[in-house]
């Protein structure tokens, strides 16, 4: 069975940086490509950044140049860098991959 388990969330003032993981098991992770979504209170789930097995990213608008998304294959692990973190991230992040979901992992930023 496919699992994909979110970590790194929590707290953060405005301008601060963490990092998400996510672990994927049940699948063969190197041929996979990898998003990260989020969702906040009230609002729909919106794609943040995405990775291809090939390693090509995208990310939306609204985090370019300050969200990066990695990956590490060998330990079948997708990251997600969150700098300049601002009260508009504020959200549950999600990873996913084809119709797999993790369980979310919250993400909030404030003073």
């Known amino acids: 069975q496919v699992e994909l388990v979110e970590s790194g969330g929590g707290l953060v003032q405005p301008g601060g940086s963490l990092r998400l993981s996510c672990v994927v098991s049940?699948?063969?992770?190197?041929?996979?490509?990898m998003g990260w979504y989020r969702q906040a209170p009230g609002k729909e789930r919106e794609l943040v950044a995405h990775?291809?097995?090939?390693?090509?990213?995208n990310y939306a608008d609204s985090v370019k140049g300050r969200f990066t998304i990695t990956r590490d294959n060998a330990k079948r692990t997708v990251y997600l860098q969150m700098n300049s973190l601002k009260p508009e991230d504020t959200a549950v992040y999600y990873c996913?991959?084809?119709?797999?979901w993790g369980q979310g992992t919250q993400v909030t930023v404030s003073s």
């Open positions: 996913n991959t084809h119709e797999y």
């Open positions: 049940g699948i063969i992770f190197r041929f996979n490509a």
């Open positions: 990775i291809t097995s090939g390693v090509t990213t």
